[in-house]
């Protein structure tokens, strides 16, 4: 068997223990599930980017905030179907990330964050709260979005909206993957190579930045919009600004050049207060401890722990091909 098939094996494998081992869990720890398999969707979107076209973006919770919002009012205050009301707030999230891009373009660096800062805290302290838009925020009253049905399935249970955000997140992933792999793929890696470089080859690093700001919020804004039916309720403290640090933070841990890094930091981020409180430690002292690991992380592995030990596995594989006399480098070299 070829080493892309054992991949592919491999990741089949994965995959089905993914989805079948929660069958055998509590509701909570199935709910728990779920989170992470949402903020999945939220590292992804900082993958594209962050990782695909170096922009930085501390206002991901905010697109996020857009989606759940969005359906939330359509669905308990419009009364809306969720299939309806999912695509309209993904679409609204799209939109906002463009905009924000629009200011974006020609920013970089600290100036970028300190606009997706902006962003971030004028979602906070002036577009959710009570009074200035209770049509889209709800008011002093959260919204309560209700799980919906699908093909006459209702999503009610723990276990089957489970398996529904884990679908979602598997074709998220295909779709990035395949943009990653494809011409989408190098164009992006120019333009976060060098703009002037891909300008002068004819790209437009204009629309190709826009795109990737729409897309990145899309992402995030339909993970908001999962993890508000998720909750069946819809309030500001769940899209900060601080979640949005937190949550580039471990992508920045785990590595946003690489696809793999949206699960590990969404494990990270949903299990590890979980397993301090198991450990009679307080659940916040979780954030110090992730600036720590941040801090130990860019001095001594800053491409990210999922990136490190992938390639220490690769490496790895070759040291062990080459000992065996296996090693295609070393069998083309000795032709």
């Known amino acids: 068997m070829s080493g892309a098939a054992r991949s592919r094996v491999g990741l ?34 900082v993958v594209v980017l962050t990782g695909f076209v170096g922009q930085i973006s501390f206002c991901q919770y905010s697109f996020a905030a857009i989606g759940a919002f969005t359906v939330g009012a359509l669905m308990d205050g419009h009364g809306w179907s969720f299939w309806l009301a999912l695509p309209v707030g993904v679409a609204a999230a799209v939109l906002t990330g463009v905009l924000v891009g629009i200011p974006a373009l020609r920013l970089s660096g600290l100036l970028l964050a300190v606009l997706t800062i902006a962003v971030a805290l ?3 302290r002036f577009l959710l709260v009570t009074g200035t838009w209770d049509g889209f ?12 049905s699908l093909l006459g399935a209702p999503l009610t249970g723990s276990y089957a909206y489970y398996l529904f ?29 060098s703009e002037l470089a891909a300008a002068t080859v004819g790209l437009d690093v204009t629309a190709w930045k826009l795109a990737a700001f729409g897309l990145s919020a899309g992402l995030a804004g339909l993970a908001g919009a999962l993890l508000a039916v998720r909750i069946g309720s819809v309030s500001p403290g769940s899209y900060d600004f601080l979640h949005s640090v937190q949550l580039t933070a471990l992508a920045t841990v785990m590595g946003v050049s690489t696809i793999a890094s949206a699960p590990a930091a969404a494990v990270g981020t949903v299990f590890g207060p979980e397993l301090l409180s198991g450990i009679s430690v307080s659940s916040t002292w979780f954030p110090l401890l992730i600036g720590g ?26 040291l062990l091909s080459a000992r065996r006399g296996r090693d295609p480098a070393v069998a083309g070299a000795s032709r």
């Open 293 to 318: 690991t941040l801090i130990v992380q860019l001095v001594l592995v800053p491409e990210g722990a999922v990136v490190r030990t992938r390639n220490d596995i690769a490496r790895l594989s070759r």
């Open 122 to 124: 004028f979602t906070d």
């Open 12 to 45: 089949a494998v994965v995959v089905a223990a993914v989805a079948l081992l929660p069958a055998l869990e509590s509701d909570f720890q199935r709910g728990l599930d779920s989170d992470a398999v949402i903020i999945a969707l939220l590292v992804l979107s």
């Open 165 to 193: 955000v884990l679908a979602i997140l598997c074709a998220a992933i295909l779709v990035v993957w395949n943009l990653r792999t494809g011409k989408t793929g190098r164009v992006l890696r120019a333009v976060r190579d």
């Open 137 to 148: 925020s709800g008011g002093a009253v959260p919204w309560h979005p209700e799980r919906p």
